[in-house]
């Protein structure tokens, strides 16, 4: 996940845009796995190895495009799990797969990578890495799909299908998504689910929306010059401060005025009026834009299904207001049917909120199986859905 930022005395720009609301058809499922995924989960033999391996990945963040340790790490736990897998994907990427190894095909994604952030909470596990946290919970992310793969090894013979395990790096602002689309691992993939902690919902619930949940984003750097000079005779100075405020009240006013966000013209032309000169440059290179994340319709009815019976109705949310934070889950949904849910990890309500990316971060271990439970459960139901509309289809 993603969020405004500075840097430097440049000025940085993030800016959000939501999508407009897709129109999707509904269907009933009358579909429900033999097995309780959330009970195999919550078993000291699944949870204890999932607080291991979390707190193993905490202790050493690494960031977008190097979790070499990370993607050690879960091929060593794939290989124990007899699990077969793809590696490197995207330079530090794991694709794994289990199941019969032939169409249909669902995948399960997590994201690796940490924050160049100082962690500042004490614990016994903190980050060894000076600089360096897992403090929007991705840690949490990949030891969940690992216990999904845990899960769903032991029901193999279930599955009607394949499920395929995305292990995928740099979701902070290095689009890794988008490079595990372009080396062609997603190819034969008829759905992808992800899904993002957050430390202000309770443990056992989640929240979700059908249509769009999250903002896109990018950043682009506006370089404002102006005219040095004494303090006293500011008739003789270009005051680029001034200019730099006119610009960021301007941006404020982008959505009520409906101009595109993207045109430099507009912060060009707000730095003119104070007599100054603006540089608009975009490093879609570096810091590529992010689409919004908008859920599928389809997608949405069967979590609302697979999240009910599993967690209870009043459990579940499924219009939560959408957020202004970014997600390159989006770049899979603009290829595939996708859906992002968000998984209760709160710590303790008790204690002053800390949002995600901040160096206090504390999540909650207890929400790991319900994150595993319900990755599994969600492939595993998708790929009996789908067979089941095969069979309907004659
Ligand atoms: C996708 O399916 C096609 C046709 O069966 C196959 O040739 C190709 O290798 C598959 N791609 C992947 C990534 O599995
Ligand atoms: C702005 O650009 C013009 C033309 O390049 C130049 O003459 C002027 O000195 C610049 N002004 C500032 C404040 O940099
Ligand atoms: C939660 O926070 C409160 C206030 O800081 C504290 O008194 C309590 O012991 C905490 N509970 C847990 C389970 O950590
Ligand atoms: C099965 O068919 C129904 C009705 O067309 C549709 O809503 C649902 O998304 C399909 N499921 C899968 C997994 O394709
Ligand atoms: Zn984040
Ligand atoms: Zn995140």
């Not at 794991?94 to 614990?123: C, H, K, N, Y």
């Not at 859920?295 to 009815?301: A, T």
């Not at 009910?308 to 770049?331: R, Y």
Request: glycine share 8%.
């Amino acid at each position: 996940m993603r969020y405004f930022k500075f840097k430097g005395f440049h000025l940085l720009i993030f800016f959000h845009v939501l999508a407009a609301t897709p129109v999707f058809s509904s269907s009933d499922f009358s579909n429900q796995l033999s097995t309780n995924f959330l009970d195999i989960a919550k078993k000291a033999e699944v949870f204890d190895w999932m607080v291991k391996i979390r707190r193993k990945i905490h202790e050493n963040p690494e960031l977008g495009y190097q979790e070499f340790e990370t993607s050690k790490l879960i091929r060593e736990e794939l290989d124990k799990l007899g699990i077969p897998y793809k590696h490197p994907v995207a330079v530090t990427g794991v694709i794994g797969f289990i199941g019969t190894g032939t169409s249909p095909f669902v995948a399960i994604r997590a994201d690796m990578d940490a924050l160049p952030i100082q962690e500042l909470v004490e614990w016994e596990h903190k980050s060894k890495v000076p600089g360096k946290m897992h403090a929007c919970g991705h840690d949490a992310h990949v030891t969940m799909l690992l216990g999904a793969a845990k899960i769903l090894k032991q029901h193999e013979k279930e599955i009607q299908g394949t499920v395929v395990l995305v292990f995928q790096p740099a979701e902070e602002g290095g689009a890794g998504a988008k490079k595990i689309l372009l080396a062609g691992a997603l190819e034969n993939v008829s759905a992808i689910f992800g899904l993002h902690m957050l430390p202000n919902i309770p443990v056992g619930k989640v929240a979700s929306r059908t249509g769009p949940i999250m903002a896109g984003s990018g950043v682009f750097q506006a370089i404002i010059s102006g005219k040095g000079g004494h303090a006293a005779i500011p008739q003789q100075t270009i005051d680029p401060i001034l200019a730099a405020s006119s610009v960021i009240l301007s941006l404020q006013h982008l959505v009520s005025r409906e101009a595109d966000p993207l045109d430099p013209q507009v912060i060009i032309g707000q730095a003119a009026v104070q007599r100054c000169n603006a540089t608009v440059i975009f490093h879609g290179e570096v810091e590529p834009f992010y689409p919004p994340t908008v859920n599928n319709g389809d997608l949405h009815k069967l979590f609302q299904n697979v999240a009910v019976n599993l967690l209870g109705t009043d459990k579940v949310n499924v219009d939560m207001a959408p957020f202004m934070g970014a997600e390159d889950f989006s770049f899979y949904q603009e290829v595939i049917p996708g859906y992002l849910f968000m998984l209760g990890m709160e710590y303790n309500s008790s204690e002053p909120f800390q949002s995600l990316h901040s160096p206090y971060l504390k999540i909650n271990e207890d929400g790991l199986p319900y994150g595993a439970a319900l990755h599994a459960s969600l492939a595993a139901t998708y790929l009996i859905n789908y067979q089941q509309n095969v069979t309907q289809l004659g």
